[in-house]
């Protein structure tokens, strides 16, 4: 499948007209119909937005395009922490792009920061450890870097108990992670769950958001007020459809009473869609 198809594929996938997509990519409602037409590609910072829109990658978008070539360069900074217990992370992060949360096989917590145009990124962008006995804060402040941050963060995983998130990101990435409860605060637009179990809650608030997991495994709770959630399990999944808080509803939830596994909804007049792939 070429560029042209797959993007106007996604944008019908996403329920987004040709003009509600040009305004959310702030471009003519022309220029999506030459991309659909197969007349042209977007440019890098276009891919990189509807990349992030859809869910997707650069490189699966363009793959079959051989004619298109670009490249990034990344600027990075990055502190640690070496500790030596099990802690509570409390972390509170400035707006960006995405952050991902990989575990560690040593004892050290790393904050990695990126950006493509921010070329001194340490000079406008700050991480703060502040470390108690069974906790510890991490804060990650900056000046205009925007969401043109990307954040990766490792933790040691023989020390991971809870951890409290507060945020606004396009993405939130989850791998291999096994934990006790991962609750976030703030707006989120993609969650991505690979390999890991535990509990996630999500307080998002007025903000749709759609959760994709390669195998769920665990606790799934949302909290959210007059908005829709779509979380993207494995087919054949077992799971409990829990339906709190009010006007609430579940779409294509297949209720499997005792199952270990659970999907909850909180909140008010509020959606949560199911979908089994």
Do not use: C
């Not at 108990?161 to 993609?190: H, M, P, Q, W």
């Not at 890991?196 to 959210?224: P, Q």
């Amino acid at each position: 499948m070429n560029f042209n198809e797959k993007f106007k594929a996604l944008r019908k996938e996403y329920n987004y007209t040709q003009e509600e997509l040009a305004e959310e990519l702030n471009v003519s409602r022309q220029a999506i119909t030459k991309w659909e037409g197969g007349e042209g590609v977007p440019d890098v910072e276009n891919l990189k937005t509807i990349s992030r829109l859809f869910n997707t990658t650069i490189d699966e978008l363009v793959k079959e395009e051989k004619a298109v070539k670009f490249s990034e360069r990344h600027y990075k900074t990055m502190k640690e922490l070496a500790i030596d217990h099990t802690k509570h992370f409390d972390i509170k992060l400035a707006p960006a792009e995405e952050l991902s949360i990989v575990p560690s096989g040593d004892e050290k917590v790393r904050v990695e920061l990126i950006s493509a145009s921010v070329e001194k990124l340490s000079e406008v962008a700050k991480i703060k450890f502040d470390n108690r006995y069974d906790r510890l804060d991490i804060n990650v402040k900056s000046k205009r870097a925007g969401r043109d941050l990307s954040v990766n963060l490792y933790l040691p995983e023989k020390y991971i108990e809870e951890i409290e998130l507060n945020a606004e990101l396009r993405s939130l990435n989850v791998t291999n992670l096994d934990v006790n409860k991962l609750e976030y605060d703030g707006k989120l637009k993609f969650l991505n769950v690979a390999g890991s179990k535990g509990k996630i809650v999500l307080n998002t608030s007025k903000s749709d958001v759609e959760a994709k997991y390669d195998a769920f495994n665990g606790i799934l709770e949302v909290n959210m007020l007059h908005s829709i959630a779509r979380v993207e399990i494995p087919a054949g999944t077992k799971y409990q459809a829990v339906n709190k808080g009010f006007k609430n509803t579940f779409v294509d939830a297949v209720n499997t009473k005792d199952a270990e596994n659970i999907i909850e909804l909180n909140g008010a007049a509020s959606k949560l869609i199911v979908v089994e792939k």
